[in-house]
């Protein structure tokens, strides 16, 4: 019972949270390439431990402000500090992520300019971008 509300909960915010699908996507990519480049295991499970507490920082930020505009639907300073302060976690998670990411993974793109044989830094990193682009994009809204 207590996995299915988790599942229910995790498939709620990627379904209605753009900057959750968006970590998704940069976590599954970078893990990925980690993993291509051969990370040794303790730098792979920094990198791991890092993708979680973002996305569990993203999580939390989407409880908070669910019950911040539940409890308190109309604007109130102090419920926007609430949600504010619930996006700053967030955000500083997120900028936790991209150092650790950046030391364990850039000094490896810079040693190989090419992905895969043909692929070039250049073009996997486009692709990446155009990623989450594409998980972040608002969709328009469905008809009944």
């Not at 070039?120 to 682009?133: E, H, K, S």
Request: hydrophobic share 60%; net charge positive.
């Amino acid at each position: 019972m207590a996995v299915a509300c988790a599942l229910r909960g995790l498939r709620h915010a990627a379904r209605t949270q753009r900057h959750f699908r968006a970590q998704l996507v940069i976590a599954a990519c970078a893990l990925l390439f980690a993993a291509w480049a051969r990370v040794p295991p303790v730098e792979l499970a920094v990198l791991t431990v890092t993708a979680a507490v973002v996305l569990g920082a993203e999580l939390l930020n989407t409880a908070v402000e669910t019950l911040t505009d539940l409890i308190h639907p109309d604007y109130s300073p102090a419920a926007a500090a609430v949600k504010d302060v619930a996006a700053g976690a967030a955000l500083g998670a997120a900028v936790l992520a991209l150092a650790v990411g950046l030391l364990v993974l850039l000094p490896r793109m810079i040693r190989s300019p090419t992905i895969a044989p043909g692929v070039p830094v250049g073009l996997a990193v486009l692709c990446l971008v155009l990623l989450v682009i594409g998980a972040t994009r608002r969709r328009a809204p469905s008809r009944p």
